[in-house]
């Protein structure tokens, strides 16, 4: 039943003879009342509508059947005015082209679950998304100019903004209507509309207000099509009237309805992090490639990412992870943090016995690594992970060799040495991409052992940054003192491993194992990035993107 | 948990050199007999320049006098200065471009050039101080200078210069030739 008053009337009469639907009058109306719009249109079951009763507490007010809307004059009862137009009855709404009509029907609500339903998502709340053709305005501004003198009758102070939006009227009317089919009620109420955007062909309604207006905003008129829809609703909000002379208000019969494109379903990613330990000398973090060739069978990143990605059945990863070691180097210790954020998965519950059960998996797949502390976190956990927050001190062990045979005792004194501060030209192997320049360095401490006469083990504690391969084989005399100088002799290195995570800080919140609480939502398509803060949106969210398209308007070109 | 990638340590593995950079030479460089020099070049693009072990410089005990960098009055290798990941403002060496001049005890004075096209990233300033260094070890701790190639160039470095093969045989045939001379 609609709220409309006796003063919406002359309103009412003229968006109803010029072709546009019940749902768009109640836009037009600026109804707020959304359950109004959730009341199904004429190919529904029209119980519901016909049942309700009449609201007594206000007399004078006029009440319409949604349905009857679209079925022209004679639903306004009580003019009985002769100058009805002719009713244009089952064609479509030249406002909307058909979005507030079979794209809020049962049918197309159940198309919609239905496609959710393939794609086997798991979630708790989900986000209606719509993408309309951007010349739908153009439409809905003709129609604005068309009605504006009586609009402003009713209430003075109308303005276009005023006018419930087309995606909102949208939302309002099928979101119910999906969550009965998807068979549980979801929708958060309110602020978790989520807005993306299409490029649709240039169409003949965009052209027509090209000519007129456009260079008036001195963007001149060879921009391309896609500024020009993107920047259409702009445009057209801010298009003196003028501009519009070449566009019919009313505006016209359409020849053809909008068409929906795709239905998109998208998860928003998970955040999964954990330590790993890398056992192989001859294994990148990442994919190492050169020239478009891989260098290296597998990485780090792969033989964490593939368990990973089957289990929660995601679309793509992102790894990082907090600093990295050289391919021919071991990670030992505790392990070095990483993140994964998991791409739209379809899965994204699992206990902590699930959690433990992926890491088994990955560690039991290769030899070559193992992870610990799987568990998922935030995404503000990725973000920390990125800003590097490395360990001051690091220990590493290296296997140097001799030039000159070596006795136990000759390398004693080296556990003696404290705080040995190095000036560390840019090694060679970096400096084709870092700056040349002379680094402090310090180790705070050395143990050696012996292994055979030309051989033994060196562990070391040093700070951060201090390259290890430059100290022992001295690189070319660039650091300053190195292990070469120490000992009056050649020296190289034949194995490194680096320990990590025995002395650092934690990286994970205690507390708040395996919780989800992402604020953010963030959409890409097409390319573009939507990236905004949503108030208190789960981490669980399924985004739906409807497309609108509309395929053909012939009636201008 | 190893993956048992042991190595083999009962004899010497490659050394630092073997492990990262393709040794190239130039021999008699601008008709100087015996004047070989050595270009190291990094599996990175970059590369140092050296002596070879048949300069005259390193044969017969020969001691250093003086190692020059100021090869002329507007020039001093030691002005050169890069900044920033690009290197900016380093001096550009064309091939024939000298690098520096040593002399030794003796008085023989030797030029030592650039062999390559490329941007100086930094001279040896050790050798300077300690010129025994660049006798002691000429293929590493007593290097002459950094270049750095520019990257559309850096395959092309070889192709000036000689491979270790055919430089060896360069020199075993410069042996046969003293040889065969009637002494
Ligand atoms: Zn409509």
Redesign the interface.
């Known amino acids: 039943m609609l709220p409309l008053k006796e003063k919406d009337k002359p309103v009412v009469q003229k968006l109803l003879s010029s072709g546009c639907c019940a749902r768009c009058v109640l836009r037009f109306c600026c109804v707020l009342v959304q359950s109004l719009y959730r009341q199904p249109g004429e190919d529904e079951s029209e119980e519901g509508t016909r049942t309700a009763t009449e609201q007594s507490d206000d007399p004078p007010k006029k009440r319409m059947k949604l349905d009857d809307g679209l079925k022209g004059s004679e639903a306004s009862a009580g003019s009985g005015d002769a100058e009805a137009p002719p009713a244009p009855a089952l064609s479509h709404c030249v406002v909307c082209l058909g979005v507030l009509q079979e794209y809020c029907s049962r049918d197309h609500a159940r198309k919609v679950a239905e496609a959710v339903k393939t794609e086997d998502y798991h979630f708790e709340t989900i986000l209606l998304s719509v993408s309309l053709p951007a010349q739908l305005c153009v439409r809905e501004h003709s129609c604005w100019l068309h009605v504006k003198k009586e609009m402003r009758e009713k209430v003075m102070t109308r303005v276009k903004d005023d006018i419930v939006p087309l995606k909102e009227a949208f939302k309002w009317s099928v979101q119910g209507l999906i969550a009965t089919e998807l068979g549980e009620s979801f929708w958060r109420e309110s602020r978790c509309i989520e807005e993306s955007i299409i490029f649709p062909t240039l169409s003949s309604d965009c052209l027509l207000l090209v000519p007129s207006w456009f260079r008036c905003i001195s963007i001149g008129p060879q921009c391309s099509d896609v500024f020009l829809l993107v920047h259409n609703v702009e445009i057209v909000s801010y298009c003196p009237p003028h501009g519009f002379r070449h566009y019919p208000t009313p505006p016209g019969r359409p020849t053809s309805i909008c068409t929906s494109q795709a239905i998109q379903c998208l998860h928003t990613s998970i955040y999964v992090a954990g330590r790993y ?1 890398k ?4 294994l990148s973090q990442t994919p190492w490639i050169i020239d478009g060739r891989r260098m290296m069978e597998s990485s780090v990143e792969e033989l964490i990412a593939e368990p990973l990605a089957s289990s929660f059945r995601s679309k793509g990863f992102n790894f990082s992870s907090s600093g990295r070691e050289d391919v021919d180097v071991r990670t030992l210790g505790k392990g070095r943090p990483f993140a994964m954020e998991m791409l739209n998965p379809h899965r994204y519950r699992f206990t902590k016995m699930e959690m433990k059960k992926i890491q088994e998996t990955i560690n039991t797949s290769s ?2 690594i ?1 992870v610990r502390d799987l568990q998922i976190v935030t995404r503000e956990c990725m973000g920390h992970m990125k800003e590097g927050e490395e360990e001051k001190t690091k220990s590493y062990t290296a296997l140097v ?1 001799t030039q000159k045979p070596i006795e136990k005792d000759d390398i004693i004194f080296l556990d003696d040495i404290k705080e040995l501060t190095l000036d560390q ?1 840019t090694p ?9 320049a002379v680094r402090q360095r310090v180790i705070h401490s050395m143990n050696a052992s012996f ?2 006469p ?2 033994f083990y060196l562990r070391l504690k040093t700070q951060a940054g201090t390259y290890i391969k430059e100290f022992v ?2 690189d ?2 660039r650091t300053k003192p190195n292990l070469c100088q120490l000992l009056k002799m050649d020296t ?1 290195i ?2 490194l491993d680096v320990e990590v995570g025995n002395c650092g800080t934690s990286y994970f919140q205690k507390g708040n194992p395996g919780k989800s609480t992402g604020s953010m939502t963030r959409i890409v398509q097409l390319g573009l990035d939507f990236s905004g803060d949503f108030p208190r949106l789960d981490v669980e969210n399924v985004i739906f993107f409807f497309s609108f398209q509309k395929t053909r308007l012939k009636q201008y070109t | 948990m190893d993956c048992k990638e042991e190595i083999d340590l009962s004899a010497p593995g490659p050394s630092v050199i073997e492990r990262y950079f393709t040794r190239w030479y130039k021999a008699d460089v601008k008709g100087q007999a015996c004047e070989d020099h050595c270009i190291l070049q990094h599996s990175n693009r970059l590369c140092v320049l050296t002596l070879a072990e048949t300069h005259p410089i390193l044969q017969d005990g020969r001691t250093i006098k003086n190692i020059n960098y100021k090869i002329s009055n507007g020039c001093s290798r030691l002005n050169n200065k890069v900044a920033g990941k690009s290197k900016r403002g380093g001096q550009f060496l064309t091939e024939f471009a000298p690098v520096c001049r040593i002399t030794c005890t003796d008085e023989t004075e030797y030029t030592i050039y650039s062999c390559m096209r490329g941007r100086l990233l930094e001279v040896n300033e050790d050798i300077l101080i300690n010129t025994s260094l660049l006798l002691k070890k000429p293929s590493t701790d007593g290097y002459i200078a950094v270049i750095l190639p520019k990257f559309e160039e850096s395959k092309l470095v070889g192709e000036n210069l000689l491979s270790r093969e055919d430089f060896e045989a360069v020199v075993s045939k410069r042996a046969a030739d003293v040889q065969a001379q009637p002494s």
């Open positions: 330990n056992y192989s000398r001859s030899d070559k193992a060799w030209k060679l192997r970096v400096l084709h991409r870092r700056a040349l292994r055979d030309h051989h084989h001295g070319f005399g190289d034949l194995e």
